[in-house]
C-alpha cells in the first residue's frame, strides 16, 4: 500500500543576492514559479503520471513537485519536476511535465 505525505508548501528563499536579484518570468502566469510544494498530490499539468518501484513494484509516494523559478531557469515550458519515493527500497524517480 503506498503511503501518502501529507501536504506542505514549500516558499523558495533566496539564498544569496544573485538568487535574491533574479527577473521575473516575462509571459507567464503569475501562478507559475509559486506550485512547489511536499507531500499531498502533485498537480499534474499533462494528466496523471505515478510510476512505480522498479524494484517491488508497488506504487511510489509523491514526495515533492518543484515549479519552474523564472525564464533563464524554465523547466521545459513553465513545468515542474515531480519526485516520488519508495519507502520500502528508498528508490527514486522523477517525472517533467510542462504545458
Not at 81 to 97: E, L, R, S, T
Request: hydrophobic letters at 40%; a negative charge.
Amino acid at each position: 500500500m503506498m503511503k501518502r505525505m501529507p501536504p506542505f508548501r514549500l516558499r523558495p528563499e533566496p539564498l544569496n543576492e544573485e538568487a535574491a536579484g533574479l527577473p521575473k518570468f516575462k509571459w507567464a502566469d503569475a501562478e507559475i514559479g509559486t506550485r512547489h510544494r511536499l507531500g499531498g498530490d502533485p498537480e499534474f499539468i499533462q494528466g496523471e503520471e505515478r510510476p512505480q518501484c522498479e524494484e517491488c513494484g508497488a506504487a511510489m509516494t509523491f514526495y515533492a513537485q518543484l515549479d519552474s523559478v523564472n525564464d533563464d531557469f524554465c523547466i521545459a515550458d513553465v513545468g515542474m519536476i515531480y519526485v516520488f519515493y519508495c519507502f520500502g527500497c528508498v528508490n527514486v524517480k522523477a517525472v517533467v511535465q510542462s504545458y
